[in-house]
Structure formats: C-alpha cells, structure tokens
C-alpha cells in the first residue's frame, strides 16, 4: 500500500466555490479582513528538517518560552509519498512578531525532525498514528493522537504526554476505541478551564459528523473513564447525560482555545468546504446559537485568494493571537498523483469580534 493510499483524501476532493467572496456573514455582521501570511511549510523552508511536505501545524506554548508546532504524515520531498514518512513530528519557533511570520528555530530530534514517538508505518497492526490536538496542563503536554489502519479507519485514540517541552513523549496508556459513541470521538479538541476541568469538543474522521462535547478534571486526562459527556435527556442538558450532538453538519480538524475571556472554536465544516470560527462565552453555550463567522471558503485551484483556498482544513489557533488579531494555521493538499502541494500556510483574521452576551447565553 502507498503512503497516497494510505493517508487518503482529507477533504474527499472537495474544491468548490464558497458562498460569496470577501468574507463577510450575510446576517450583517462587519467584514473581516482575511489574508495569508505565508507558507511555512516546503522547499526551502523546512528542506533542512527533512520536512518538505506535511501538514497540520498544531500549535502550543510550551513551558520554556517557546511554540511548538506538531504535525501529521510529514515526508522529506515535496510531495505525498516523497520519502521518509514520520507522523507526529515538531517543530519549534520563537517568533513573537506573528504579523511577521512564523519562522523555525528548530526541530524535535535535532537536526532533523523525528517522530515524537517511534514505530514503523505499515506494520502489521497500523499504518499510521496522527495528532488531534496538543494542550498544557500543570506544565506537562499532552497530545491526543489516533491510530489508523489505512486513513480514515481509526482502530483507537490515545494520549502521549511530555514533560520536557515537547522533546520527549510516552504513551499514557490511555485508549479510547475507534467506535466510542458512535465514532464520534476520534478527532478531538481540549481547552484548559478556569474551573480545573479540560473541555473537549470531538468528532470522527470521516467528515460527515456533528460535534460532541466532554470534560474531565485537569488532574485525571490519562483516564478514559473519568471523561463526562454533556448531553440532553427528559428535556434538561446536564453533564453526564449520554453524549448529544451539539453541533450539527460534517466536521473535520477542530480547535478550541480560550482568548480575550471568550471560549474560541476554529473548525474545518467539511458539509460546507470552508473554515469556520465560533465565539462563544463557555463551553455549554448553545453553538446553534454562537457568535458565528466564515474565514476562508474552499475555491477551484487557480481561483484562490487571501479568503479562497483550494483543498483548505485544519485551522488551528497560533499562541499570540488575539480574537480580534487571529493567526491561523491552515493546511492544503491537491490530492491525485502529484501529490503536491501539501503544506501548512499561516493566516491572519482581523475583526473578529466578541459575541453579543444574549445571543451566546444558555445551553446547547
């Protein structure tokens, strides 16, 4: 089996036209000033790592200073397929202008950028291993990564944890199996609350799911047991409550992050090919109901610009970032033989603003 076949069509092929151009909400609501910073992944600019082609991005502050950025299926030429296949991998920067750049100060590994954990792609078992998201608790990192045997068919998720910054990782023995409730908890993202508990907002891998949220006290994220789902039963939403959907459509990479006292949700709505942010005041809020806004809508290649992206996912937060100064990362792969582009972009969102306090109240 190739690496292609392997990692499979993120965005099922998906490039079409987003609803309109400008990145403005049609109920109203002010523009925003979308544009892209930069690639930050590909030749010359991660060539000395081994690393022309990846993507996702994942970033985090780490508790010496720095950012570290994990990536999925990553290859030393630049093409899907090119070479030396690692998934996770890091890379750190120290960039504190993010109107600038991101830029690279080193790799985990050293020289080059190894895998965060050792095994073999294509083993007997699996195929690959990719991260959901990364999150800092009490100074120690904890990643959340699934198993795939071929992509897309997740076998089980599970959390790795390091306690040096990132430059070494061991499995905690976690494990949540692939079909937990209903598969919709394979792709996950977690925030740090100011009540002691990690919130997590998840759904499966293949893009057509709603979103499901859970918590669990900051002290227990290694036990699977000990994560409680919010839902909707005899007319209440209580934790505890078997999982209800809280957002409906087809998501892919989500990531939630706390910014300016407002809970953000940045996530890739796969059923409507365009990268979202929903800005809500706690985790409960009623999302059909949250601050809403569109910031980059998928185009046909060769009619991209600053809000259109061909083949767009991801969408993850940069540490830095304000809710009215966001910096993204973005990914993008043209799937079919060439395999190229395949790459992380850094995006910048300017005017996203909080939400009206009445419209955000309440629960799911």
């Given at each position: 089996?190739?690496a292609a076949?392997?990692?499979?069509?993120?965005?099922?092929?998906?490039?079409?036209s987003g609803p309109?151009?400008?990145?403005?909400?049609p109920?109203g609501?002010?523009?925003l000033?979308?544009?892209?910073?930069?690639?930050?992944?590909?030749p010359?600019?991660?060539?000395?790592?081994?690393?022309?082609?990846?993507?996702l991005?994942?970033?985090?502050?780490?508790?010496?200073?720095?950012?570290l950025f994990v990536f999925?299926?990553t290859?030393?030429?630049?093409?899907v397929?090119?070479g030396w296949w690692r998934?996770p991998?890091g890379?750190?920067?120290?960039?504190?202008?993010?109107?600038?750049?991101?830029?690279?100060?080193?790799a985990?590994g050293?020289?080059?950028?190894r895998?965060l954990?050792?095994y073999?792609?294509d083993?007997?078992?699996f195929t690959?291993v990719?991260?959901?998201?990364?999150?800092?608790?009490?100074?120690?990192?904890?990643?959340?990564?699934?198993v795939?045997?071929?992509?897309?068919h997740v076998?089980?998720?599970?959390?790795?944890?390091s306690d040096?910054?990132?430059?070494n990782?061991r499995?905690?023995?976690?494990r949540?199996p692939?079909?937990?409730?209903g598969?919709?908890?394979?792709m996950?993202?977690w925030?740090l609350?100011?009540?002691?508990?990690v919130?997590?907002?998840?759904?499966?891998?293949?893009?057509n799911g709603?979103?499901l949220?859970h918590?669990?006290?900051s002290?227990?994220?290694?036990?699977?047991?000990?994560?409680?789902?919010?839902g909707?039963?005899?007319?209440?939403?209580?934790?505890?409550?078997?999982?209800?959907?809280v957002?409906?459509?087809?998501f892919?990479?989500?990531?939630?992050?706390?910014?300016d006292?407002?809970w953000?949700?940045v996530?890739?709505?796969?059923?409507?090919a365009?990268?979202?942010?929903?800005?809500?005041?706690?985790?409960?809020?009623?999302?059909?109901r949250?601050?809403?806004?569109?910031?980059?809508?998928?185009?046909?290649?060769?009619?991209?610009?600053?809000?259109?992206?061909?083949?767009?996912?991801?969408?993850?937060?940069?540490?830095g970032s304000?809710l009215?100064d966001?910096?993204?990362?973005v990914?993008?792969?043209?799937?079919?033989p060439?395999g190229r582009?395949y790459?992380?972009?850094?995006?910048?969102?300017?005017?996203l603003?909080?939400?009206?306090?009445s419209a955000?109240?309440?629960?799911?």
């Open positions: 089996m190739g076949d392997v990692i499979g069509d993120r965005n099922g092929g998906a490039a079409v309109g151009r400008g990145g403005v909400r109920d609501a002010g523009p000033l979308v544009t892209k910073v930069r690639d930050l992944t590909g010359g600019l991660t060539t000395r790592f081994r690393m022309e082609a990846t993507d991005g994942i970033p985090v502050r780490v508790p010496d200073g720095r950012t999925g299926d290859f030393e030429e630049a093409r397929g090119g998934s991998v890379l750190y920067s120290t960039t504190t202008r993010l109107d600038e750049g991101v830029v690279w100060s080193g985990v050293g020289e080059h950028a895998q954990r050792a073999e792609h083993n007997p078992l690959t990719l991260p959901s998201d990364v999150v800092l608790v009490d100074g120690a990192l904890f990643l959340h990564v699934t795939h045997r071929g992509w897309g076998l089980w998720s599970e959390i790795w944890r040096d910054s990132g430059a990782w499995d905690t023995g976690a949540f692939g079909n937990a409730h598969g919709l908890f394979q996950l993202t925030e609350g100011e009540d002691g508990h919130h997590a907002y998840s759904t499966g891998f293949g893009r709603p979103v949220l918590r669990v006290r002290n227990s994220l290694a036990d699977p047991t000990a994560y409680e789902p919010w909707h039963r005899e007319g209440a939403w209580a934790w505890g409550n078997p999982p209800t959907p957002l409906g459509g087809g892919g990479e989500l990531c939630l992050r706390r910014l006292g407002h953000l949700l996530c890739f709505n796969a059923a409507d365009r990268i979202e942010a929903l800005v809500m005041d706690h985790p409960t809020a009623d999302l059909t949250a601050h809403r806004r569109t910031l980059i809508h998928a185009a046909p290649w060769g009619q991209e610009d600053d809000t259109h992206v061909a083949q767009p996912y991801g969408g993850y937060v940069i540490p304000r009215d966001l910096h993204l990362t990914s993008q792969w043209r799937t079919g060439e582009p790459r992380v972009m850094q995006f910048r969102v300017r005017g603003d909080a939400p009206d306090p955000t109240s309440g629960t799911s």
